[in-house]
Nanobody
């Protein structure tokens, strides 16, 4: 599976962005999809995951109520809608895919795409 994240950019605090992750190589519905981020000087951290069917989601506490993960299996694409952005959301965002839902959360056995930079100004 090849993944390509896009949609990053510069936004003011309180603003919104939608990230996309386009997959190729295999049907996206076979995989649980997730988003991670890595801020400068910090380790990569889990952000959100969605099940292959789209029926289950899970978020890290810091983004609950602000970020929404979704997917369109017909388009082989997953999305991360980010709202009420804060400067601390500034990071490179990566999408990931795994055959295991909790494997995505734990970063195990994932396919990774190249990241997209999100910068939130105060």
């Amino acid at each position: 599976v090849q993944l390509q994240a896009s949609g990053g950019g510069l936004v003011q605090a309180g603003g919104s962005l939608r990230l996309s992750c386009a997959a190729s190589g295999r049907a996206l519905s076979s995989y649980h999809m997730g988003w991670f981020r890595q801020a400068p000087g910090k380790e990569r951290e889990f952000v959100a995951v969605i099940s292959g069917s789209g029926g289950n989601t899970y978020y890290t506490d810091s983004v609950k109520g602000r970020f929404t993960i979704s997917r369109d299996n017909a388009k082989n694409t997953s999305y991360l809608q980010m709202s009420s952005l804060k400067p601390e959301d500034t990071a490179v965002y990566y999408c990931a895919a795994s055959a295991s839902f909790w494997g995505v959360v734990e970063g195990r056995g994932n396919y990774w795409g190249k990241g997209t930079q999100v910068t939130v100004s105060s």
